[in-house]
C-alpha cells in the first residue's frame, strides 16, 4: 500500500517525516520538498509548525535530491539564515 495511502487524510505529506515525531534522533530525507521543508522548520517560516533547530539529532539524506525545481522564483533557500542554525 503506497504511503499516501496510510496516512490520516489531513496529513500534509511533506510535514509528515517532521510532524509524526518532532523529537525523533533520525530524520530520513528523500526528496527536495522534504529538503525544502526542512530549511523552513530551522529557518522558522513552516506554516504551523515552530522553529526547530534539530540540536542533537541526526538528519539523513537518503537519495540523490535534483533541486532543479528550486532554480526559479526564490531559488534554494539556505538551510539555517542564521549564522548559529547553519548547516
Given amino acids: 500500500m503506497p504511503l499516501e495511502e496510510q496516512l490520516p487524510e489531513a496529513t500534509d505529506i511533506r510535514q509528515h517525516w517532521y510532524t ?4 525523533a534522533p533520525f530524520f530520513y530525507i528523500s526528496a527536495a520538498d522534504d529538503l525544502a ?3 523552513a522548520i530551522v529557518n522558522g517560516t513552516a506554516d504551523g509548525i515552530a522553529r526547530d533547530d534539530f ?3 541526526t538528519i539523513m539524506l537518503i537519495a540523490n535530491i535534483d ?6 522564483g526564490e531559488g ?7 549564522p548559529a542554525d547553519a548547516f
Wanted: negative net charge.
Fill in 20 to 23: 509524526h515525531n518532532p523529537s
Fill in 37 to 39: 521543508e526542512l530549511a
Fill in 67 to 72: 533541486l532543479s525545481d528550486h532554480a526559479e
Fill in 55 to 57: 540540536s542533537g539529532r
Fill in 76 to 82: 534554494w533557500i539556505p538551510i539555517g539564515i542564521f
